[in-house]
Nanobody, 117 residues
Framework: QVQLVESGGGLVQAGESLRLSCAASRKISEIPIMAWYRQAPGKQRDLVASISSTGSTNYADSVAGRFTISKDNAKNTVYLQMNSLKPEDTSVYYC???????????WGQGTQVTVSS
């Protein structure tokens, strides 16, 4: 089991940057996959970026080249650096952990990101 707490959301203008943080209640070095998802009103929750325990990363096409996922194992924290934000990035962003052995999903409470044009 793991508890996840996101922070760092807010209101920014298009072209600006934000960094989201996700603090975990256990060692993230032991969690196979940590990820960020987002969900806009009336839409499904979609994967934004993921990072494995070995540091391999994966990005949605819509954010590749603009967003960077990283982690600090010593702080048990995962980050999402979001640059060149667009109005279509407006969503609630959720931190996700896929915990062994069956990769069960755990979610944070979400943090709102709003990008104005």
């Amino acid at each position: 089991q793991v508890q996840l707490v996101e922070s760092g959301g807010g209101l920014v203008q298009a072209g600006e940057s934000l960094r989201l943080s996700c603090a975990a209640s256990r060692k993230i070095s032991e969690i196979p996959i940590m990820a960020w998802y987002r969900q806009a009103p009336g839409k499904q929750r979609d994967l934004v970026a993921s990072i494995s325990s070995t540091g391999s990363t994966n990005y949605a096409d819509s954010v590749a080249g603009r967003f960077t996922i990283s982690k600090d194992n010593a702080k048990n924290t995962v980050y999402l650096q979001m640059n060149s934000l667009k109005p279509e990035d407006t969503s609630v962003y959720y931190c996700n952990a896929k915990v062994a052995p069956v990769l069960r999903d755990y979610w944070g409470q979400g943090t709102q990101v709003t990008v104005s044009s």
